[in-house]
């Protein structure tokens, strides 16, 4: 009885192999699920004087690796105001009211591996290539420094030169001494570096992804370089940066709570990974609830698969030939029996 089982059970474990590899060939799906997201939770709270009122905060943006969802905001019946100020940041502002306290929450999903970049408008790029906040002293030096370096010379020599792994010539060594000296930090510099050579770039607020209580932000640069921002961590000389393990708050030096007065508000932000649950997601968003095959499978099934298995429903041979489709399409049998 085994040997006469033996080549049926080879037989049907090739057709499953077989069909697994047909349906990714043809049809495109990927052999085995790849989850590349991550997702975080993430709850800000603020305190502040009674004479700081209104307090307003940076929010989170959407960006190639992370998308802001299910934004929720306690106030404690304060009037909340969000907009977008000139700098394209959002914004949130409580009015003033009985309570000092608030809180903001949000998930934030984190793509491992950065998706197609939206086309950055001409707008935008302009916005991040201004020079007018900086002193006429400080242009001046940035620009001695890169005045003979095209932009993608520029690129990394900015980078390089703040971070101390190349060496001015003497005659730059007294621009770059003030253009260190001028801004309040090595961020600000290489931003100035970058965008007196005609690249857009700007100052980003980033915290690490890992769980816990937050209570400050860590300033990097971005500059754009031909279809994509690039980030640079000009304190430790590392450009360009990976981001997996970052998640980008706000753009500039803004504090990210601050009162009326422009002093900083205290906040602290409470960071919690959400284990599992973009398993959920997948099945929710390749299942189609009312087709019998994708209800078993991990891919939703073509349109035409689908109507021809729900044309031959009618029949009662059909549970014999489920456990023929199971192993073809990669489904588990239903565990009905034959008709007799």
Known sequence: ??????PLVIALALLGIGGTLLRSWRLGYPL???ITEQEWHVRLSVQWEASQAPVS????????RQDIQDERIF????????????????????????????SYEAEITVHTSARPAAP???????????????SPALLAAATH????????EALRRCADLLAGRRQPSPELEASLRQLREGTRSLAEALVACWRSAGLPARVVQVLPLKAGILTHTTFLTQVFDRTRWLAADPERGLFPL?????????WGTTPLAEGLDGRPARWQIEVQRRPLVLWRKFFERTANQTSFLARWSLYQLPPDAQRSSASSSWSPWVPCWL??????WGLAPSGRSCPS
């Open 32 to 34: 085995v699920p790849r």
């Open 242 to 250: 990976r981001e997996r393990a970052l998640l980008i708050w706000a």
């Open 57 to 64: 905060l940076l929010l989170p943006r959407d960006n190639d």
């Open 323 to 328: 456990p023929f489709y199971g192993t073809w």
């Open 75 to 102: 106030s404690s019946g304060l009037e909340v105001t969000i907009w977008i100020d000139r700098d394209g940041r959002r914004r949130l502002q409580w009015a003033p009211g009985d309570a000092t306290t608030a």
């Open 120 to 134: 950055s408008s001409a707008a935008d790029l302009d916005r991040w290539r201004r020079t007018d906040g900086l």
């Open 1 to 6: 009885m085994g040997r006469r089982v033996l």
């Open 145 to 152: 420094l890169t005045s003979s370096l095209s932009p993608g």
